[in-house]
């Protein structure tokens, strides 16, 4: 079923059939979420002494949208609301231009290379036993369903809990009690073993 | 080891190339609850494995508190004239319009690769952390407008619970030793340094506790979008 409301898909309709003044309509509607969204966007990636760049950006993904008879903005097939598809298309849109002004696209390896042995944190049987308990957690972390391990994982990666609340369709609270009934689980897991 | 670090590296260890990204639609489908079960898990099951749409994922949660701010007029009228739709490209969009029509239209979402596999903040900063005893060593490599690279070094103390200082940190590029550094507040800054290998030595008074070799490289390979 289509996200979209009936006046929207007009709109669209009337800009892939070559209206001007629908696409003047659509500007009015959505420059100012697009305009935030950028400039959030700068702001998030640390560039908050490059927002003069947010009217440069905002210029060039109307040139993005409008380019070939507006043939992306048309080719939206409604199956999210049109302003959080517009608001994921600015972000992603900004990131890639903030990508080529970086210039080169360049990738940085880190290697350990040497460790001095006296230094080293335990002693050989100790350091044996880390490496089991390490490899006996992970037997109970793949004992746990796969809805449970990518729940740790998405925990782990960075997305604070009302992010996650908002990826789970649920409220932060549920997201703290499932970690710490997950990490009960494991113990009890690593209990049993 | 603390238990959440253990889990890392075991996720770490499980890590697989994530398949292709889902299009813009479903990832905002996804975020509006809008997509079937069963799609929906598969979205999730992605954004467990590919960094680049966890972060357009938090981007747009971070920018959920819209605040709509008056945007320039002058820019307004400005972005009004870029649409030039052309005759042909109307007879076209018509075409188009009349196939997409008779065409068969039940669930149409579909994983496509949309965009490049790494973001922009992994262009500009790369970090990496290693455990070299007893420190927690953190090594960033800034990208700065000049093709130039700095390297940022910080030494944190998990036992004394502190960043740490007395630590000296020798930048070498080959036999060649570049800088030599002792970390002051835990931290140290080198001098911006062009691409190439390098390696970072930690010593400790004389002792020699461990190396970061750090390349600094072109990317091969970049995944079209």
Redesign the interface.
Known sequence: MSCLSREESQLLDRIKKGEKQAWEEFVDLYARLIYYVIRRTLEKRGRKEHLREVDDIFQAFFIHLAEDNARRLTSFSGNCSLASWIRILAINFTLDLLKKKSGTHLEVEFKLTAINPTKSPFTPLEALEEREKLEKLEQAVSNLNKDEQEFLQLYLSGFSPSQLAKIYHTNPNNIYTRYARLKEKLKNLLKSM | ?E??E??????S?WKSQPGPCPD??????F?????SPKLEAEV??H???C?SC???????????D???????RR??N???T?????WF??V???VR?WFSNISWTGE??SFQPV??S????Q??V?S?Q?????YQIR?E?V?LEN?L?QIWVEAYNPQLCQLSSGLRVNLKKGEKELESLVLEQGRAVFEPVP?GNY?LEFWENR?????????????EN?RA?
């Open positions: 080891m238990l959440e253990k889990l890392k590296v075991i996720f260890r813009f639609e479903t990832l905002a489908g975020l509006e609850k809008k997509l999730r099951r954004l467990c494995s960094s966890q972060e357009l994922v938090k981007l747009y949660l971070e920018s959920e819209i605040f709509l701010e008056g945007v320039s820019i307004i400005r972005v009004k870029l649409f030039k739709p052309n490209q109307r076209l969009s018509g319009e149409v979402l965009r490049s790494f973001s922009s903040n262009e500009k790369f990496h290693e455990r070299i005893y007893p090594t490599v990208h093709e690279f691409k390696l002792d020699f506790l461990g190396g970061i070799e750090i390349l600094i490289k072109e990317r970049e979008r």
